[in-house]
C-alpha cells in the first residue's frame, strides 16, 4: 500500500511543554497531518466526555517484537486460523469501537479520521479469520517508519487477537517497535512492558523517521 505524503499540521505538539500527568493537551483537530505529527512526538488522541484529548503515558506500554511470548497454546491458534493484512480496515475498527465493550472510547469521529488515514496508506489492520474466512479477531493501528502505533484489537474467538499480534510482531521485525500506549495484565503476559516517557520519546526519534518494515510491503 503506497503511503500518500500528507500536508504539514498547524498544531504543535511539543514534549518539553507537556505536564507530569497522562494526558497532555486538549484540542486541535484529527485531520490525517495533525495524527500524524502527534504520534512522531509521542502522542496520540482519545476523546473523553466529548472533548478531543491526547496523550502520553508518564508509563508507556511497548513490545518489542523479539520479546513477544507465544505459549503452547497461543502457537496452536496460530496454526488453527488464518491471518490477513488491511483485508477488512474499517470492519476491524468498528469492533474495536463495538459500544458493548468495557472502557469503548472510539466515536465516529476517531474512526472516519483512522478510516481516511488507512486509505492514505499510514494505517493498517491485521485481521485473523476462521477457516470459512470469518473475521473473529484483528487489530489496528498506524505504521510510522519503524514504528508501529497501535489503537485497538478485538476478539470474538480465544486467542484470535493475539494471533494477530504474532503476525503484527513478525511484520514489525526486530529493527522496529510496537506502542500499545499503556500496558495492562494481559498486555504484559505477551510481553508487552513499560518505558518511562522520557525513554520511550528518546527511542521513537530515530525508529519514526526510518524506512518502514518490509512486512507493509
Known amino acids: 500500500m503506497t503511503r500518500l505524503p500528507l500536508p504539514p499540521s498547524p498544531w504543535a505538539f511539543d514534549p518539553d511543554r507537556w505536564p507530569d500527568d497522562d494526558c497532555v493537551a486538549v484540542g486541535a483537530d484529527l485531520a490525517p497531518g495533525t495524527i ?14 466529548g472533548e478531543l484529548l491526547w ?5 508507556r506500554g511497548v513490545l518489542v517484537p523479539a520479546d513477544l511470548r ?12 488464518t491471518v490477513t493484512v488491511d483485508e477488512s480496515f474499517a470492519e476491524v475498527v468498528d469492533a474495536c469501537a ?3 465493550r468495557p472502557g469503548s472510547w472510539i466515536d465516529a469521529d476517531i474512526r472516519d479520521a483512522y478510516v481516511r488515514l488507512h486509505e492514505l496508506g499510514w494505517a493498517h489492520s491485521i485481521e485473523t ?17 519503524a514504528l508501529f502505533a497501535g489503537e485497538s484489537m478485538f476478539h470474538h474467538a480465544t486467542d484470535a487477537s493475539k494471533v494477530a499480534l504474532v503476525e503484527l510482531a513478525r511484520r514489525v521485525g526486530d529493527e522496529g517497535l510496537i506502542d500499545t500506549q499503556w500496558s495492562t495484565p494481559h498486555l504484559a503476559s ?24 518490509a512486512g507493509w510491503d
Open 70 to 81: 507465544v505459549s503452547r497454546s497461543l502457537a496452536r491458534s496460530v496454526r488453527r486460523f
Open 129 to 145: 479469520r476462521t477457516s470459512d474466512g470469518s473475521l473473529v479477531g484483528g487489530l489496528y493501528g498506524l505504521s510510522i517508519g
Open 98 to 100: 463495538d459500544p458493548s
Open 36 to 49: 500524524l505529527e502527534a504520534y512522531r512526538c509521542g502522542a496520540f488522541p482519545m476523546p473523553h466526555e
Open 190 to 213: 505477551l510481553g508487552v512492558t513499560e518505558w518511562s516517557r522520557e525513554v520511550y520519546l528518546d527511542r521513537i526519534a530515530a525508529l519514526v523517521d526510518a524506512s518502514p518494515p
Open 55 to 59: 496523550w502520553s503515558p508518564t508509563r
